[in-house]
């Protein structure tokens, strides 16, 4: 992939957070999801890159843009696999909370782990941990390691986990292990790409979520030097024969983010659409003016780069008022 290409996504995430923020706070995250997967489906058309969706908004005859199998890009190589979440906290934006993001991630073709829309066990750690923890071994050990591997009393370790009633024995072994918790709504991509950053206050990412956010997480995690792995958690025969119809075979199997992510290259980007601990979210200014900040990544270089940007939104490329 060329490095161009970096700066191309950046713009994809960029417009997508611009159009969703315009629902922030209004209280309809179908609106605001929409707004996001339409403009990201308009600025991919302008990429150089002919991309085939294996994270996506669902299957063809389920989501009408961004679908699984969909083809992103101008057809030009290089030939990659695309994951998107066009808006991740569509329920936060809409109610203006924090930590509202839009996220892309390209990988070169066959190399993304097409994760089926399902639950997935995760940990994820930053980059002093990484190798120090396993989903086989008890939470009390991982938080013990975590700890030693961060040079921290395990009273200092801060799991995040995201508030939800199948979380409680696990909320109950962190802080019986002596760790503290944050507790999220929703937004465990944004949550996982924090425990590479000190200043953001988390350590490790504990729990399930949505395993196609396992593999973006893990896209971001791969660029930052972090770890991250996951097993699949079906709850029916219907959720168990689609891990077998996208060759996932051994349920029990814990997956390593370099099974998530194979070879040695990925491009990440984030765009911030409300206020978080990692990107301030959009602010509109005066004169038709809008301003965003975003986070790209690629994993060949470890290059991390924090862009803000200033947009005129009446000539934005893309932009719908």
Not at 8 to 18: K, N, P, S
Not at 216 to 227: E, I, N, P, Y
Request: charged content about 25%; aromatic content about 2%.
């Amino acid at each position: 992939m060329e490095r161009e290409l970096a700066m191309e996504i950046v713009r994809v995430t960029e417009l997508a957070a611009l159009q969703s923020a315009r629902w922030m706070g209004v209280g309809d995250k179908m609106a605001a999801d929409r707004a996001a997967t339409e403009a990201m489906r308009k600025m991919f058309d302008t990429v150089s890159m002919s991309g085939i969706v294996v994270i996506g908004e669902g299957e063809m005859d389920e989501a009408p843009m961004l679908y699984i199998g969909e083809e992103l890009g101008n057809g030009v190589p290089p030939n990659v696999d695309v994951a998107v979440d066009p808006l991740e906290g569509t329920s936060v934006v809409a109610n203006g909370q924090a930590n509202g993001i839009t996220v892309v991630a390209i990988a070169p073709r066959g190399t993304l782990l097409h994760a089926p829309d399902m639950y997935m066990e995760k940990l994820a750690v930053g980059p002093k941990a990484r190798g120090k923890v396993h989903l086989e071994q008890s939470v009390r050990e991982n938080l013990q390691a975590v700890a030693k591997a961060n040079d921290k009393d395990i009273s200092q370790v801060v799991a995040v986990i995201l508030d939800r009633p199948r979380h409680e024995a696990l909320i109950e072994e962190v802080r019986s292990a002596g760790a503290r918790i944050k507790l999220i709504g929703s937004g465990d991509v944004a949550a996982a790409i924090s425990t590479a950053f000190p200043d953001a206050g988390v350590d490790v990412l504990m729990g399930s979520g949505g395993a196609p956010e396992g593999v973006l997480a893990a896209c971001a995690l791969k660029c930052l030097g972090g770890d991250l792995m996951g097993r699949l958690l079906p709850e029916d025969d219907a959720q168990r024969q689609r891990c077998l119809d996208m060759g996932i075979t051994d349920l029990e199997k814990v997956i390593t983010l370099d099974q998530m992510v194979m070879g040695d290259d990925a491009i990440f980007s984030a765009t911030g659409v409300t206020d978080g601990e990692l990107l301030h979210g959009v602010r509109f200014l005066a004169n038709h003016r809008a301003k965003t900040q975003s986070i790209v990544m690629r994993a060949r270089t470890g290059t991390v780069r924090f862009i803000e940007a200033i947009h005129d939104l009446r000539r934005k490329v893309g932009w719908t008022s």
